[in-house]
């Protein structure tokens, strides 16, 4: 089991940027692929991007390619999500995700474990 905790998220201005991070604890981070979601008030739950057990492959959402980077540090325990040109489409609570998988899932289902999520506001 893996219990996760995401820091790093606030109020920026559109264009501005935001890194946020996942700190894990328990079993040993690296058996896990990594995802982050986000949700809007009144939406559903949406994947965001994830990585791979060692970080070598990662898939991101159409909506957020080329402006938001995952990456991750194994020896830290740590996921994070580098996000740039912020826009207010981008305001949500950000949730990060721990998966078995071999290779990073693009769906919730495929995610057991969860962090409690941080607020993240674009505004315009």
């Known amino acids: 089991q893996v219990q996760l905790v995401e820091t790093g998220g606030g109020l920026v201005q559109a264009g501005g940027s935001l890194r946020l991070s996942c700190a894990a604890s328990g079993r040993t981070f690296s058996s896990y692929a990594m995802g982050w979601f986000r949700q809007a008030p009144g939406l559903q739950r949406e994947f965001v991007a994830a990585?791979?057990?060692?970080?070598?492959?990662?898939r991101y959402a159409d909506s957020v390619k080329g402006r938001f980077t995952i990456s991750r540090d194994n020896a830290k325990y740590t996921v994070y999500l580098h996000m740039l040109s912020l826009e207010p489409e981008d305001t949500a609570v950000y949730y990060c995700?721990?998966?078995?998988?071999?290779?990073?899932?693009?769906?919730?289902?495929?995610?057991?474990?969860w962090g409690q999520g941080t607020q993240v506001t674009v505004s315009s």
């Open positions: 995700a721990a998966s078995t998988r071999p290779l990073p899932p693009t769906t919730a289902q495929d995610y057991a474990y």
């Open positions: 990585i791979s057990r060692g970080g070598g492959s990662s």
